[in-house]
């Protein structure tokens, strides 16, 4: 049998290998994979607590929100994926550049 | 130990090992490959966690269009990939310690309330009929107005937007071409 | 786990190695004299020019940014479909929204031109 | 319950040895997952070796359409051991490793395009209760693994460290995506018709099968599962007129044998997908009451048969068309999925939905063939316009064409990617998108 901590420590560890990620890298594409890493932590703790708590739950009817917003997250990742993706592409386009660092448009 | 440990820490195995290459490895495109086998990882926890669907799910949207686009921006803006740069920036070190100090939190948390708690030991007995039920009961949900259908709306607003907005701005228009 | 999953989980184990046995096998069996000329990449018969990087249109982006659209389309699609049976005239207008919604997007594309290969 | 040595015969000719077995050796945890690997070894093994068979036929069946005789040294008269000769050449071959190459994802190619085609059969219903596994979410599970080969396509583009697979990969993977879409909606309709995403229920639906409820749908089904196996006329994966052989130019050996294995496993899965999908699976008209009841011990093998003969027969079609058609452009192949095919299945989707549930709700006196009938009538109508407005656009293309100057619509072809030159941008960075290769470009 599995614990349910065993997940969220999964999680937890995921979470935090991608903020790590998302501090430390410098390439934009690089930071966005990092994003995408704690998304997924997110969700592994969404299903974890579904399978864990929500299923026991007396309703008439399975029970499906862990699911519903894990579902909702993943849409959530693909817009932010695609409209991040396209705006680096776009900055490379007119800065040459990918480093997050270096994208100071706005301060100037 | 039982089967679905072995598989469960095999599996954590993958997924924490590929994470930690996608965020310390300098060739890009190797840190996709770790990321996209990082999902099959997590896919497997869902697989563990009775959610096959989620699974699904995960490798057609993650790994068969994510990655693809993630890969795709890669390669387009390639230039940059060389590793003649360093990959980190100066506050690498602060991004550790918030990593180490986020997950101390969390597992304080986690050792609070979830660890050897009896009533969250094991997966709680659930008829299979509960459980193959859940995928349609879910396409119900989407679209009950008592459960989800406004934010199931929203989804598909969000999405196009999202569409619309990078087609926007990842599109080279005139203009662009002379700010350039 | 659910046990016809174990099935599947068992499968994504089993299913690399049938490739790697073949790959093995040629190994062993094959020659191993490996030398420069032998190992340049196919260039049409001249010798190969700088490395494989060519620069790649924005196109295959557009393209790639549609289907990951209509893949999120079809989680949601999926689990309507299958609860088809049990769903009413309302569902079947929520889901009719959802489609039309996404396919303005699609519209959205095509008027911009960018689904046109140039 | 021992062992007896007769009734495992009788039960494989049942086929159902694996219930038997499970009976025999009791419900402890390693039972299953013995019989688990004994299953996926056979559902894994059985494909792959038939992709001798396969390649042969396909081999013989061409040439007697392009008027030659085929493989006919190896093995007797018939070419019967021509595979396994080339088989055993590509083993003894060298294992080239191209110089430069990304070793991990040069090797992990090959290996993930065998892994995700065999792993697409786990869920093909072959004959009543001979399944790999039921999966509650089947046609699901079948899309999720097929786009997880795309992968498998970039990995071979990048490892190699050559243009022309680079591009072919690009080109590939654009044209794979771009495909699945209709694929993903032509799926959805059996699934609203039968209420069910398992492969296995799908089938027990059928007792009609859907390809007279919808047949336009089908079509759009068969043309992308036509170019989601890269086949003629849609096989730019390995036009070797512009990208020598696409992903794969630097792969030989065993290496091209995985690819090549794969692809023909990719459509002998496709053949059983449409099969399952929209012919009726093992069922067959008169048939079927023999296949699903149980009284009849061939009753199985007999689904079994009609699976296979029902998979040949598109397979036959399959061949056919490569014998037929020549290949398309690729401006042309995206065109017409994304301007014709996708709004025309969205337009079949809504449809469907409707529909059923309107006369589900409201006629349901007309019965099953009722049913069929104004679906079938709704789906030609559906059809029909939409070739209409095919038919209006492609005349307006003409017409513009023709009172163009000739000299404009030389150009205008040349626009369009037939050469690789025209496809790669000339790496001044700044504007990657549509110039025109041939025209200078400025400096910045």
Same mark, same amino acid.
């Given at each position: 049998?599995?614990?349910?901590?065993?997940?969220?420590?999964?999680?937890?560890?995921?979470?935090?290998?991608?903020?790590?990620?998302?501090?430390?890298?410098?390439?934009?594409?690089?930071?966005?994979?990092?994003?995408?890493?704690?998304?997924?932590?997110?969700?592994?703790?969404?299903?974890?607590?579904?399978?864990?708590?929500?299923?026991?739950?007396?309703?008439?009817?399975?029970?499906?929100?862990?699911?519903?917003?894990?579902?909702?997250?993943?849409?959530?990742?693909?817009?932010?994926?695609?409209?991040?993706?396209?705006?680096?592409?776009?900055?490379?386009?007119?800065?040459?550049?990918?480093?997050?660092?270096?994208?100071?448009?706005?301060?100037? | 130990?039982?089967?679905?440990?072995?598989?469960?820490?095999?599996?954590?195995?993958?997924?924490?090992?590929?994470?930690?290459?996608?965020?310390?490895?300098?060739?890009?495109?190797?840190?996709?490959?770790?990321?996209?086998?990082?999902?099959?990882?997590?896919?497997?926890?869902?697989?563990?966690?009775?959610?096959?669907?989620?699974?699904?799910?995960?490798?057609?949207?993650?790994?068969?269009?994510?990655?693809?686009?993630?890969?795709?921006?890669?390669?387009?803006?390639?230039?940059?990939?060389?590793?003649?740069?360093?990959?980190?920036?100066?506050?690498?070190?602060?991004?550790?310690?918030?990593?180490?100090?986020?997950?101390?939190?969390?597992?304080?948390?986690?050792?609070?309330?979830?660890?050897?708690?009896?009533?969250?030991?094991?997966?709680?007995?659930?008829?299979?009929?509960?459980?193959?039920?859940?995928?349609?009961?879910?396409?119900?949900?989407?679209?009950?107005?008592?459960?989800?259908?406004?934010?199931?709306?929203?989804?598909?607003?969000?999405?196009?937007?999202?569409?619309?907005?990078?087609?926007?701005?990842?599109?080279?228009?005139?203009?662009?071409?002379?700010?350039? | 786990?659910?046990?016809?999953?174990?099935?599947?989980?068992?499968?994504?184990?089993?299913?690399?190695?049938?490739?790697?046995?073949?790959?093995?096998?040629?190994?062993?069996?094959?020659?191993?004299?490996?030398?420069?000329?032998?190992?340049?990449?196919?260039?049409?018969?001249?010798?190969?020019?700088?490395?494989?990087?060519?620069?790649?249109?924005?196109?295959?982006?557009?393209?790639?940014?549609?289907?990951?659209?209509?893949?999120?389309?079809?989680?949601?699609?999926?689990?309507?479909?299958?609860?088809?049976?049990?769903?009413?005239?309302?569902?079947?207008?929520?889901?009719?929204?959802?489609?039309?919604?996404?396919?303005?997007?699609?519209?959205?594309?095509?008027?911009?031109?960018?689904?046109?290969?140039? | 319950?021992?062992?007896?040595?007769?009734?495992?015969?009788?039960?494989?000719?049942?086929?159902?040895?694996?219930?038997?077995?499970?009976?025999?050796?009791?419900?402890?945890?390693?039972?299953?997952?013995?019989?688990?690997?004994?299953?996926?070894?056979?559902?894994?093994?059985?494909?792959?070796?038939?992709?001798?068979?396969?390649?042969?036929?396909?081999?013989?069946?061409?040439?007697?359409?392009?008027?030659?005789?085929?493989?006919?040294?190896?093995?007797?008269?018939?070419?019967?051991?021509?595979?396994?000769?080339?088989?055993?050449?590509?083993?003894?071959?060298?294992?080239?490793?191209?110089?430069?190459?990304?070793?991990? =994802?040069?090797?992990?190619?090959?290996?993930?395009?065998?892994?995700? %085609? #065999? $792993?697409? &059969?786990? !869920?093909?219903?072959? +004959?009543?209760?001979?399944?790999?596994?039921?999966?509650?979410?089947?046609?699901?599970?079948?899309?999720?693994?097929?786009?997880?080969?795309?992968?498998?396509?970039?990995?071979?583009?990048?490892?190699?460290?050559?243009?022309?697979?680079?591009?072919?990969?690009?080109?590939?993977?654009?044209?794979?995506?771009?495909?699945?879409?209709?694929?993903?909606?032509?799926?959805?309709?059996?699934?609203?018709?039968?209420?069910?995403?398992?492969?296995?229920?799908?089938?027990? =639906?059928?007792?009609?099968?859907?390809?007279?409820?919808?047949?336009? %749908? #089908? $079509?759009? &089904?068969? !043309?992308?599962?036509? +170019?989601?196996?890269?086949?003629?006329?849609?096989?730019?994966?390995?036009?070797?007129?512009?990208?020598?052989?696409?992903?794969?130019?630097?792969?030989?050996?065993?290496?091209?044998?995985?690819?090549?294995?794969?692809?023909?496993?990719?459509?002998?899965?496709?053949?059983?997908?449409?099969?399952?999908?929209?012919?009726?699976?093992?069922?067959?008209?008169?048939?079927?009451?023999?296949?699903?009841?149980?009284?009849?011990?061939?009753?199985?093998?007999?689904?079994?048969?009609?699976?296979?003969?029902?998979?040949?027969?598109?397979?036959?079609?399959?061949?056919?068309?490569?014998?037929?058609?020549?290949?398309?452009?690729?401006?042309?192949?995206?065109?017409?999925?994304?301007?014709?095919?996708?709004?025309?299945?969205?337009?079949?989707?809504?449809?469907?939905?409707?529909?059923?549930?309107?006369?589900?709700?409201?006629?349901?006196?007309?019965?099953?063939?009722?049913?069929?009938?104004?679906?079938?009538?709704?789906?030609?109508?559906?059809?029909?316009?939409?070739?209409?407005?095919?038919?209006?656009?492609?005349?307006?293309?003409?017409?513009?064409?023709?009172?163009?100057?000739?000299?404009?619509?030389?150009?205008?072809?040349?626009?369009?990617?037939?050469?690789?030159?025209?496809?790669?941008?000339?790496?001044?960075?700044?504007?990657?998108?549509?110039?025109?290769?041939?025209?200078?470009?400025?400096?910045?």
């Amino acid at each position: 049998m599995i614990p349910l901590s065993w997940y969220l420590l999964v999680a937890a560890l995921l979470f935090s290998i991608g903020l790590y990620g998302v501090m430390a890298r410098r390439n934009a594409v690089a930071i966005l994979m990092s994003v995408e890493l704690m998304l997924n932590a997110v969700n592994i703790n969404l299903i974890a607590f579904w399978r864990y708590g929500s299923v026991l739950s007396p309703a008439t009817d399975t029970p499906t929100t862990g699911w519903a917003w894990a579902i909702f997250v993943l849409t959530v990742a693909a817009a932010e994926a695609a409209v991040g993706l396209a705006l680096i592409i776009s900055v490379y386009r007119r800065r040459d550049s990918v480093i997050a660092e270096e994208l100071d448009l706005l301060k100037n | 130990m039982t089967l679905e440990q072995v598989i469960f820490i095999l599996v954590s195995f993958l997924t924490l090992g590929t994470g930690i290459v996608v965020v310390t490895n300098r060739n890009l495109f190797h840190a996709a490959l770790a990321m996209m086998a990082s999902f099959l990882g997590v896919a497997g926890l869902y697989i563990l966690l009775d959610a096959g669907f989620l699974a699904a799910a995960q490798l057609l949207v993650y790994i068969g269009a994510i990655s693809i686009l993630i890969i795709f921006a890669i390669m387009l803006t390639r230039r940059m990939m060389q590793a003649r740069e360093a990959s980190f920036n100066s506050q690498s070190g602060l991004g550790l310690f918030t990593a180490v100090a986020t997950f101390a939190l969390l597992a304080a948390v986690i050792g609070q309330f979830w660890w050897g708690v009896d009533a969250f030991n094991g997966r709680p007995d659930v008829p299979d009929t509960v459980l193959q039920n859940t995928v349609s009961s879910l396409g119900k949900a989407f679209v009950s107005p008592e459960a989800y259908v406004v934010p199931f709306i929203v989804a598909s607003v969000l999405l196009l937007a999202a569409l619309i907005g990078a087609i926007y701005v990842a599109w080279p228009t005139v203009h662009a071409e002379d700010e350039a | 786990m659910q046990s016809e999953w174990q099935f599947i989980v068992l499968f994504v184990v089993i299913a690399p190695l049938l490739a790697v046995a073949p790959i093995l096998i040629n190994w062993l069996l094959g020659p191993k004299k490996p030398n420069p000329i032998k190992q340049q990449t196919y260039e049409c018969g001249v010798e190969t020019v700088g490395d494989a990087w060519v620069q790649f249109k924005v196109q295959y982006y557009i393209y790639a940014l549609v289907f990951v659209i209509f893949d999120i389309e079809a989680v949601f699609l999926f689990p309507i479909a299958a609860a088809y049976g049990q769903l009413g005239l309302f569902a079947i207008g929520a889901t009719a929204v959802f489609i039309v919604l996404l396919a303005d997007g699609l519209l959205y594309a095509w008027g911009r031109g960018v689904l046109e290969w140039i | 319950m021992s062992f007896n040595i007769g009734e495992f015969i009788s039960s494989i000719f049942d086929l159902t040895a694996g219930d038997y077995l499970a009976s025999v050796w009791g419900t402890e945890p390693w039972v299953s997952v013995v019989l688990d690997i004994l299953g996926i070894l056979i559902v894994a093994t059985i494909p792959l070796l038939s992709v001798f068979f396969v390649g042969l036929i396909e081999r013989k069946v061409l040439a007697r359409m392009q008027d030659r005789i085929g493989p006919n040294r190896v093995g007797g008269k018939y070419g019967l051991l021509q595979m396994f000769a080339d088989v055993v050449k590509m083993l003894t071959k060298e294992l080239l490793v191209p110089a430069g190459a990304d070793k991990v =994802a040069y090797f992990l190619a090959p290996i993930l395009s065998l892994a995700t %085609s #065999a $792993l697409l &059969f786990a !869920v093909v219903p072959f +004959a009543p209760g001979v399944i790999g596994t039921n999966l509650g979410v089947g046609v699901f599970y079948v899309l999720s693994i097929s786009s997880v080969s795309v992968v498998a396509l970039l990995l071979a583009g990048w490892g190699s460290n050559n243009k022309y697979a680079l591009l072919g990969a690009f080109r590939a993977v654009a044209q794979l995506v771009s495909y699945e879409v209709p694929m993903i909606l032509s799926l959805l309709v059996p699934i609203i018709l039968a209420s069910s995403m398992s492969t296995m229920e799908i089938v027990e =639906a059928q007792a009609i099968p859907f390809v007279i409820f919808a047949p336009i %749908s #089908a $079509l759009i &089904f068969f !043309v992308s599962s036509l +170019a989601e196996t890269g086949r003629s006329p849609f096989d730019l994966l390995e036009a070797e007129s512009e990208i020598v052989a696409g992903f794969h130019t630097e792969y030989s050996g065993m290496v091209f044998g995985l690819f090549m294995a794969a692809e023909y496993m990719g459509i002998m899965f496709m053949c059983f997908l449409f099969s399952t999908t929209y012919l009726g699976g093992y069922r067959f008209f008169g048939l079927e009451e023999i296949v699903v009841g149980n009284g009849f011990q061939l009753g199985r093998l007999l689904g079994l048969f009609i699976t296979i003969f029902k998979g040949a027969l598109v397979f036959f079609v399959f061949m056919w068309l490569r014998a037929t058609l020549p290949r398309l452009r690729i401006d042309q192949l995206l065109n017409f999925n994304w301007k014709f095919m996708v709004p025309l299945m969205l337009m079949i989707l809504l449809t469907v939905a409707l529909l059923d549930r309107l006369i589900l709700d409201y006629i349901p006196q007309v019965g099953d063939a009722g049913r069929a009938g104004i679906h079938l009538v709704s789906n030609i109508i559906i059809g029909l316009a939409g070739i209409e407005v095919l038919r209006r656009s492609a005349r307006r293309q003409r017409q513009r064409h023709n009172t163009t100057s000739t000299v404009l619509a030389v150009a205008e072809n040349e626009g369009a990617p037939i050469f690789v030159a025209a496809e790669v941008e000339p790496a001044y960075g700044h504007d990657d998108h549509g110039h025109d290769a041939h025209a200078p470009v400025p400096a910045h």
